[in-house]
């Protein structure tokens, strides 16, 4: 597919699989809109892009703030008013258990993974129906199926996107809005290590089962391939996936399983 012209925004694109993503569409001469809300590593991936050929916007914000999400879409219209391309990758994992977590920990976690996702569709739902229509991706997880261990918060809002999403792509329908939701299992990235704890701190470590994910390139580009063919989902990323057709199709094996998972 020829992306010269298309302009392609990328949330999370200061590393991980949404950094993988801006730098496969810099290789394609797109026009990529990166966010995030780490700044520093948000320009140095936008800097890569620019030496790779791309058309680069720099557009920080942080998810869990709706008003910089809305003055950063009004910001970025002005230039660009039709948008081809939502990738809605960024968010926040979580390691702790349910009976440590205050609730304001698990508000935090939703209103960045769920509420953020929905409120930056939203703003830009008018520029992506306009013309010939566009394309929403969102990142969800394997655990957006199924329920795992330390991660309550995070599966919720997971879950949440899966309904919302799906249910948005309906509404979309006749609109030539296409909707793909992408469910990883382990990819190498430092999800884990940015994931916050009961405190609200960051969990600081790399799981052993993340260290052994596919890398965020292979990733990339599998996403990138389902989305040209118009898929409506794609699962991707090791033996996790394989709980989510054991949760499908052998519930009573899977909860028997799921409790004796190694959740990091």
């Avoid at 914000?61 to 219209?77: G, M, N, S, W, Y």
């Avoid at 382990?186 to 890398?215: C, H, L, W």
Wanted: proline fraction near 5%; include cysteine.
């Amino acid at each position: 597919m020829d992306y010269r012209g298309k302009i392609i925004w990328i949330t999370g694109a200061a590393s991980g699989i949404g950094k993988a993503l801006a730098t496969e569409f810099s290789k394609k001469a797109a026009t990529v809109i990166l966010s995030d809300r780490d700044i520093k590593n948000l320009d140095e991936v936008a800097q890569a892009c620019k030496n790779l050929g791309g058309k680069v916007v720099t557009a920080p914000f942080d998810l869990e703030k709706p008003d910089e999400i809305h003055d950063a879409v009004a910001k970025v219209l002005k230039s660009h008013p039709k948008i081809d391309l939502l990738f809605s990758n960024g968010g926040i994992s979580q390691r702790s258990y349910a009976i440590d977590t205050p609730v304001g920990i698990d508000r935090k976690i939703m209103e960045i993974n769920f509420f953020g996702a929905v409120v930056l569709t939203k703003e830009l739902l008018p520029s992506l129906i306009s013309g010939t229509g566009g394309k929403i991706v969102i990142t969800s997880s394997a655990v957006g199926k199924f329920g795992f261990p330390l991660r309550t918060a995070y599966c919720a809002s997971k879950h949440a996107l899966q309904g919302y999403f799906e249910a948005l792509r309906a509404e979309l329908y006749d609109k030539n809005v296409k909707v793909t939701i992408v469910s990883p299992g382990r990819v190498f990235t430092n999800i884990s290590v940015n994931a916050i704890d009961q405190k609200g701190k960051k969990y600081g470590k790399m799981d052993e089962g993340q260290k052994k994910g596919i890398p965020a390139s292979t990733c990339a580009k599998r996403i990138i391939r389902a989305v040209e063919k118009n898929k409506k989902e794609l699962w991707l990323g090791g033996p996790v996936i394989l709980m989510i057709y054991i949760r499908l199709y052998l519930p009573f094996l899977f909860h028997k399983l799921a409790p004796r998972i190694k959740p990091t």
